[in-house]
């Protein structure tokens, strides 16, 4: 076999490996407030800026927005959100925080340190994740379309 194609040389691997622990680790901190860690994406989004468009969101998201509309549906449902039409743009559907959308940001602010606890190490500590940052940027920027 072709050193090339064994599954421990491949950074496509690591990095899907890493995704799907991470997003596993996130599941216990928000399961509790009704959250899926792409609810928690969304929320995180509005909260840097409310009342945006689903295709901003969609975009910030590195999503399509036929991804994200049916999400964003059933957070309406949960009543941490609304759609409405846009003022300047009718055909485009603006997303809202409610009060319990906005309240969440509140009850959520320990998770981001949760998370970086679990992931302290001798390689990933606050003097490497601005280097770390830098480089997943440079891959995100690369393969985005």
């Not at 009342?51 to 509309?69: D, F, G, H, K």
Request: a negative charge; glycine letters at 6%; hydrophobic letters at 35%.
């Amino acid at each position: 076999m072709k050193d090339n194609l064994k599954l421990d040389n491949q950074l496509c691997f690591r990095l899907y490996s890493a995704s799907r622990l991470l997003t596993q680790a996130y599941h216990p901190l928000l399961s509790g407030f009704g959250l899926t860690y792409s609810q928690y994406l969304v929320l995180m989004v509005l909260w840097e800026r409310d009342a945006q468009p689903v295709n901003t969101i969609a975009q910030r998201l590195y999503l399509e927005t036929n991804t994200v509309t049916p999400m964003l549906q059933r957070m309406e449902k949960e009543g941490l959100l609304t759609r409405g039409r846009g003022k300047e743009d009718a055909r485009q559907v603006v997303v809202t925080l409610t009060e319990k959308g906005s309240d969440l940001e509140n009850k959520l602010t320990c998770v981001p340190d949760e998370i970086g606890g679990m992931l302290v190490c001798e390689s990933l500590n606050e003097e490497t994740v601005p280097g770390l940052f830098k480089t997943l940027d440079e891959i995100i920027c690369r393969l985005k379309h």
